[in-house]
T-cell receptor
C-alpha cells in the first residue's frame, strides 16, 4: 500500500500566486519527513521535519508537520517561474533504513 | 565538482546486455543508495549500503546487483537488461539517520 501520498498531482499557477502542496503518510514509528525540489534532474533538499521540529521556513517557502493527522504541507508564497519543479515528499521510520517517496506534485508557474 | 557523481549521464543499451552504472561521492558519507524513478511511480529503492561490507536489498532489487568497492564508490549492475528497466536512476548518499539525502544528477537509461 502507498505509504506516502501527495496531492495534487499537478498544479498550474500564475506568478505571484500562493500554492499549498500536500503530503499524507502512513508509516509506523515515524521519524522524519523531508521535502525535495526536483527541477531537471537531481532532487535538492528543502526541509526536514521531525517530532522536535514541526515547522520550517526559508524565504517564501514554509512547511508544517501534523503528526496527529499524519500530513505535511509545503507553502510557497509569491510564486516565481523558478519555482516550477516537481516537489517530492519522503518519510522514514525509526525502525527502517530508507525513505519512502511520494510520486510528487508537478508545479508550473506561468509568467 | 559535484558531491555525488554518476556516470554515464545517459545510456542506451540493447535487451540482454550487461550494464554498469557508477556512483562516486566526496561527501565522506557511509550510507549510499540506488533509486530508480519512473513517471507516476516516484522513487523506488533498489539497493542500499551502510558501509563497504554491508549491502541490502530494497523494494525492487530483482534484476539488479551492486558492488561497494570503497566508501566513496557504489556501482549498480543490470545483469541482463530488459526494456522495463528503462528509467532514470539516482545514486544518493546520507550521513546517517535524521540526515537527508544528497542525490547525484542521475543516469537516464534506455533499454531497447
Amino acid at each position: 500500500e502507498d505509504k506516502v501520498v501527495q496531492s495534487p498531482l499537478s498544479l498550474v499557477v500564475h506568478e505571484g500566486d500562493t500554492v499549498t502542496l500536500n503530503c499524507s503518510y502512513e508509516v509506523t514509528n515515524f521519524r522524519s519527513l523531508l521535502w525535495y525540489k526536483q527541477e531537471k534532474k537531481a532532487p535538492t533538499f528543502l526541509f526536514m521535519l521531525t517530532s522536535s521540529g514541526i515547522e520550517k521556513k526559508s524565504g517564501r517557502l514554509s512547511s508544517i508537520l501534523d503528526k496527529k493527522e499524519l500530513f505535511s504541507i509545503l507553502n510557497i508564497t509569491a510564486t516565481q517561474t523558478g519555482d516550477s519543479a516537481v516537489y517530492l515528499c519522503a518519510v522514514d521510520q525509526n525502525t527502517g533504513n530508507q525513505f519512502y517517496f511520494g510520486t510528487g506534485t508537478s508545479l508550473t508557474v506561468i509568467p | 565538482d559535484a558531491d555525488v557523481t554518476q556516470t554515464p549521464r545517459n545510456r542506451i543499451t540493447k535487451t540482454g546486455k550487461r550494464i554498469m552504472l557508477e556512483c562516486s561521492q566526496t561527501k565522506g558519507h557511509d550510507r549510499m543508495y540506488w533509486y530508480r524513478q519512473d513517471p507516476g511511480l516516484g522513487l523506488q529503492l533498489i539497493y542500499y549500503s551502510f558501509d563497504v561490507k554491508d549491502i541490502n536489498k530494497g523494494e525492487i532489487s530483482d534484476g539488479y546487483s551492486v558492488s561497494r568497492q570503497a566508501q566513496a564508490k557504489f556501482s549498480l549492475s543490470l545483469e541482463s537488461a530488459i526494456p522495463n528497466q528503462t528509467a532514470l536512476y539516482f545514486c544518493a548518499t546520507s550521513a546517517g539517520p535524521l540526515e537527508g539525502y544528497t542525490f547525484g544528477s542521475g543516469t537516464r537509461l534506455t533499454v531497447v
